[in-house]
Structures are given as C-alpha cells and as structure tokens.
C-alpha cells in the first residue's frame, strides 16, 4: 500500500504526474529509491517553473514553499530508509512523552488523515 505523496499539496498538473526513471507514475508500490526519484524530480520542476517567474511575486514565494514542503517529504524518506519499521517504535516513544489528551489528539488527527488519503484513492 503506497502512500499518496502528492495528496496534501497538489503543486500543478505537470509536477503531480512525475514519472521516474523506472517508469512508475505512482499507481505501483515504490521502494524508498523510486520514491525519492519521484520527489527529487519534482523539486526540480519546481525549481525550473520558479525560475521563470518573477522574484518578488507571491507565486514565486508560494513555489518556494512547495519545494520545502517536497524537500522535508524527502527528508523524511531518509529517516524510513536509515531505520525501516522505526515507526512502530516512534509512536511508543511519543506515547510514553505526550500527556493522554495530546496522544487522543495526535491519534485522532492520525485517524483523520488516514481517512481522507483512503477515500482520495477510493478504497472505501
């Protein structure tokens, strides 16, 4: 099961349906590797794209969020990468930190995203 990568910040129609080099537009299971050849070069049509508008436009600026916005999703591929299956072990940890009422709400907007990426694919 793939997580959608380009469900919470759609950039444009030309950056969303990236293919990378081993010709997956995302409708396949991708490994790590693949992923983050899909987020690479989708930080690279951004940066192409920001390049051609004007410095000081709210565009620009907007682009440049975009492309913090892909480069923390491929920071955080990085993490999957260095300690597969750590996610488990994170959830106990901030369990253990977060008072009850911060975990039900974490869990709650966990649930929530879980949800609304579900029904964006149509499983249910």
């Known amino acids: 099961m793939m997580k959608n990568i380009y469900s919470r910040v759609p950039v444009n129609k030309t ?3 990236v293919i990378n080099q081993s010709g997956c537009t995302g ?3 991708l490994t790590l590797e693949q992923e983050r050849e899909n987020l690479v ?3 690279k049509l951004l940066q192409e794209h920001r390049s051609t508008v ?3 436009s709210a565009r620009y600026k907007e682009l440049g ?5 892909v480069n923390l999703q491929i920071n955080a591929l990085r993490a999957k990468k260095k300690c597969p299956g750590i996610e488990r072990y994170l959830l106990d940890v901030i ?3 977060v008072t009850k009422f911060q975990w039900k709400r974490f869990m ?6 879980m949800r609304a990426d579900t029904n ?3 499983w249910e």
Request: hydrophobic share 30%.
């Open 108 to 113: 709650d907007k966990a649930a929530d995203r």
């Open 15 to 17: 950056a969303s349906l």
């Open 65 to 69: 969020a975009q492309m913090n916005i």
């Open 54 to 56: 004007p410095k000081k």
């Open 27 to 29: 409708a396949e299971t």
């Open 41 to 43: 070069s989708k930080v």
């Open 120 to 122: 964006e694919r149509g």
């Open 95 to 97: 369990q253990e930190e």
